[in-house]
């Protein structure tokens, strides 16, 4: 997690630097700070709290004048989020400033070592032995002392660099951490993703493990391991301004799930031709697998697992899908003929990437769904879907997770088509195509979801029940829900309530109660009227049409008809707008939930 960015270029660098930082809170955001170069000397301002409480600083330091910089927003690892464990770092003759992010495994050790050397350390952090290690080997050349000093790291970094001595150049390096290079006309860039950039330069650098760059406001320069310089591609990013900036909307999560509907056509729209589902960047013969095992982390494994009810039932392929923290350290039973679909948003999350290198090692075939072009996962996969849902900001997950929904809708039904097994696939492209429209109804059709949050928000707890696909929602629901109200929320297969659950039901207890597959309702009525007949107040989730459910429910949300295979893409959405309307009634901050980040790229 955290964040970094640097500029380098003619202008000030302390707006651009903090600009940045604003577009990087995502990452983490509990303490965070700025260096900037001049006159053959380092200014640092740095403080625990978000990037404001930065802002707010930096203006009452006179603005930290400069043109080349570096800067941070962190989520901590090692070391409280205090003014001095926040990033920058500087090496103890004031000559290099350091910002990373990744974690150091190795850290005691070398900390160890250049404290028997003299070096005495301010922080807490892992980052600090990396910038006394440059001080330390640093002889004149930094080049040379970077890449000594990363040939010493053990772990993930991304980490920028700032000299006293060389003015207008920066550094950068890379393992395992996301760590882009933006280029600008007579200003250079990096950072740890484009957000902080597309204002400035749509045209980037990805940069590769292993690799250290040298960076002015008119050459970048990336050299590998041993220190040979190395030609690049430039890619141009297609996301656009707008889509990191809020729009008029208070939250980046409400924008994020209003434009639901927008994302998930980008998403399916490109893969329909005349009534067929066509993945032509797929290259993989599904002929060639006999099991599917999908991993990911958070809601991506939420993602995954209504993938598997899907696979299962269209495809009728053994398939399983399994939490990326788990499956890393557990023994999958798989090989060549297994196909492993790893889901991420960001692409970068560090126990996705784990897990999909074990199966890769397995002998297995890797095939990514995912958001973030030229992220780690993508790059490492044997193929690539991607989600094209824009840019996501809110760390609470909306369109990233509904777009990969919709991936693996569509891949389900092209492994079936490629069984043989597909029928009517024109009926079924029509569904495809219908689904953004529905998201918009079922955003249409639910104007009492503020009053609802206004009746359960201070609730002690909620419990989201349901079956099959619901019971995929109910999971993503009840997370949705923890993550941004911090209200106790937890999801149950509705059957399983009777063997424990049922035990916390008492007068008032609210039940979310998610109905809408119409061949196992009853099953789901019955477990309604047990929790309604010990007291529980249940707020129904369902079509308006049913009856049954309507009359026996306290209270409603709807979603319009549509094939209960395809539906969980929708019922999803009201259940994110009654969290998004608790958490507002909470007085919570829903953009930025307290100790979460939204890409977790350390384990
Ligand atoms: C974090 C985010 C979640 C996300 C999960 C996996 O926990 O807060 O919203 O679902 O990471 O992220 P990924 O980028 O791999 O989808």
Redesign the pocket.
């Known amino acids: 997690m955290c964040g970094i960015v640097g500029f380098t270029g003619r202008s000030q660098a302390a707006p651009v630097l903090l600009d940045g930082l604003k577009h990087l809170e995502y990452r983490g955001y509990d303490s965070a700070g700025i260096a900037v170069q001049k006159d053959g000397a380092i200014a640092m301002t740095k403080t625990s709290g978000k990037v404001d409480a930065l802002i707010d600083k930096v203006r009452a330091t006179g603005g930290m004048p400069g043109v080349s910089g570096i800067g941070h927003t962190r989520w901590a690892t090692h070391g409280v989020p205090n003014d001095v464990n926040a990033h920058p770092h500087m090496s103890q003759d004031g000559r290099f400033a350091v910002v990373h992010n990744g974690i150091i495994e190795n850290f005691a050790e070398l900390r160890k070592e250049l404290e028997a050397e003299g070096v005495a350390f301010q922080s807490e952090t892992d980052t600090e032995v990396i910038v006394q290690l440059l001080g330390s080997y640093y002889e004149g050349d930094i080049k040379q002392a970077l890449l000594r000093t990363v040939s010493r790291l053990e772990g993930s970094y991304a980490v920028g660099v700032l000299s006293a001595d060389v003015p207008g150049t920066l550094y950068a390096a890379r393992a395992a951490s996301p760590l882009i290079i933006g280029i600008g006309a007579g200003e250079n860039f990096f950072a740890s993703d484009i957000t902080a950039l597309v204002s400035h330069t749509k045209n980037v650098i990805d940069m590769d493990d292993g690799e250290i760059a040298e960076i002015t406001p008119d050459r970048i320069t990336v050299f590998d391991h041993a220190g040979r310089a190395v030609k690049k591609e430039e890619r141009h990013v297609t996301w656009d301004v707008a889509s990191a900036e809020k729009n008029g909307y208070d939250h980046f999560m409400l924008k994020e799930i209003m434009e639901q509907p927008a994302a998930l056509k980008a998403t399916i729209e490109p893969r329909i031709k005349g009534g067929c589902v066509c993945f032509e960047e797929l290259g993989l013969d599904m002929k060639n697998y006999d099991s599917i095992l999908i991993t ?5 494994y939420h993602a995954g697992v209504v993938g598997r009810y899907l696979i299962r039932k269209l495809c009728r392929i053994p398939a399983e899908a399994e939490v990326a923290s788990e499956l890393r350290y557990g023994d999958p039973v798989i090989g060549e003929r297994t196909l492993v679909i790893v889901v ?3 692409g ?2 560090a126990d ?1 990437i784990a897990a999909m290198k074990k199966c890769r090692e397995a002998g297995a075939t890797v095939l990514a769904i995912v958001n973030v072009v030229g992220s780690t996962i993508a790059k490492l996969a044997d193929a690539v879907l991607y989600t094209w849902a824009g840019p996501e900001i809110a ?3 909306t369109k ?1 997770y509904t777009t990969q929904i919709a991936v693996l809708y569509m891949l389900a039904a092209y492994i079936a088509k490629h069984l043989g097994l597909l029928q009517n696939e024109a009926a079924l492209t029509d569904t495809l195509q219908a689904l953004p429209r529905r998201i918009q109804q079922a955003i249409d059709m639910n104007p009492s979801i503020p009053a609802l949050a206004r009746k359960y928000h201070a609730s002690k707890a909620l419990f989201f029940i349901g079956r099959n696909t619901d019971y995929a929602v109910a999971l993503e629901g009840a997370l949705k829900m923890k993550e941004i109200s911090y209200l106790h929320s937890e999801a149950y297969a509705a059957g399983e309530l009777k063997h424990g659950t049922i035990a916390l039901i008492e007068e008032h207890q609210p039940v979310i109660a998610l109905c809408c597959n119409a061949s196992i309702m009853e099953k789901t009525l019955s477990n309604i009227v047990e929790v309604k007949s010990r007291g529980a107040e249940v707020l129904a989730l369902t079509f308006r049409s049913n009856r049954q459910i309507v009359s026996v429910a306290d209270d409603l949300l709807f979603i319009p008809p549509v094939d209960p295979l395809f539906s969980a893409v929708i019922e999803i959405v009201p259940l994110q707008l009654l969290a998004y309307h608790v958490a507002r009634e909470n007085g919570c901050d829903i953009d930025k939930p307290k100790n ?1 980040a ?3 790229t350390v384990e």
Do not use: I, N, P, W
């Not at 990911?296 to 991506?300: D, F, I, K």
């Open positions: 990911a982390c958070g809601s991506a991420s948003q960001s970068e999350t996705t760390v609470a997950t990233g979460l939204k890409s977790v």
